[in-house]
């Protein structure tokens, strides 16, 4: 079976400082890992994906994440910290099977 | 382009009643997807549509909860006998690919 572990709900930041959220996995074969993220009402975005390749990833709004085959992690990344950055984040895995499996989300504040 | 959308946006209905929301996925989309996603609570997977293949079931909570989708295009998701847990914002996605999912803006039951 399949599956994702966000173990912070929250994280808080200074605007400008960097910005780490934690994501591990577990998957029996090769895994399609994601971030995605959701502002206040609204649905969610795609921000970026690790299939193959280069194990750091770079998506949108400046976000990385860096493919840990070894401590199963794809944790989320970001140089300097915005205010608008504040949202709740899910990490995600397709392993066994076709499904999307959703971490429970952290919420990012970032603070001024 | 048109992404995913969503009916209605906010659906109030009182316990007993039946309900469908309706999901037009990105057009071309072969893969259309429901998630549930209640008050601070992450994404549960409901059901999963892959072209003409039997739809994955396994995520519905109850049998009063069924989809359809006609046509290999829209879905409706239909629950039946409302109770107040089924109280909950309900997101739709479809994807060329099981990789990356786009997420519509969800309807939001609210169940009295």
């Known amino acids: 079976a399949q599956s994702v572990a966000q173990p912070e709900d929250q994280v808080n930041v200074a605007e400008g400082n960097p910005l780490t959220v934690k994501c591990t996995y577990s998957?029996?074969?090769?895994?399609?890992l994601f971030w995605y993220v959701q502002y206040p009402n609204r649905g969610l975005q795609f921000l970026l994906k690790y299939i193959t390749g280069d194990n750091l990833v770079k998506g949108s709004y400046g976000f990385e994440a860096e493919f840990n085959k070894s401590q199963t992690s794809f944790h989320l990344k970001k140089p300097s910290a915005l205010v608008s950055d504040s949202a709740l984040y899910f990490c995600?895995?397709?392993?066994?099977?076709?499904?999307?499996?959703f971490g429970t989300g952290t919420r990012l504040q970032v603070f001024p | 382009g048109a992404g995913v959308s969503q009916s209605p946006s906010n659906k109030v209905t009182e316990k007993g009643k039946d309900v469908e929301l309706r999901c037009d996925p990105i057009s071309g989309h072969t893969a259309l997807y429901w998630y549930r996603q209640s008050l601070g609570q992450g994404l549960e997977f409901l059901i999963y549509f892959q072209g003409n293949s039997a739809p994955d079931k396994s995520g519905l909570p109850s049998d009063r909860f069924s989809a359809e989708r006609t046509g290999g295009s829209v879905s409706t998701l239909t629950i039946q006998r409302t109770q107040q847990e089924d109280s909950a914002v309900y997101l739709c996605?479809?994807?060329?690919?099981?990789?990356?999912?786009?997420f519509g803006p969800g309807t939001r039951l609210t169940v009295l």
């Open positions: 996605a479809s994807s060329l690919l099981s990789h990356e999912q786009f």
């Open positions: 998957v029996s074969g090769n895994p399609y």
């Open positions: 995600a895995v397709i392993g066994d099977t076709d499904k999307l499996i």
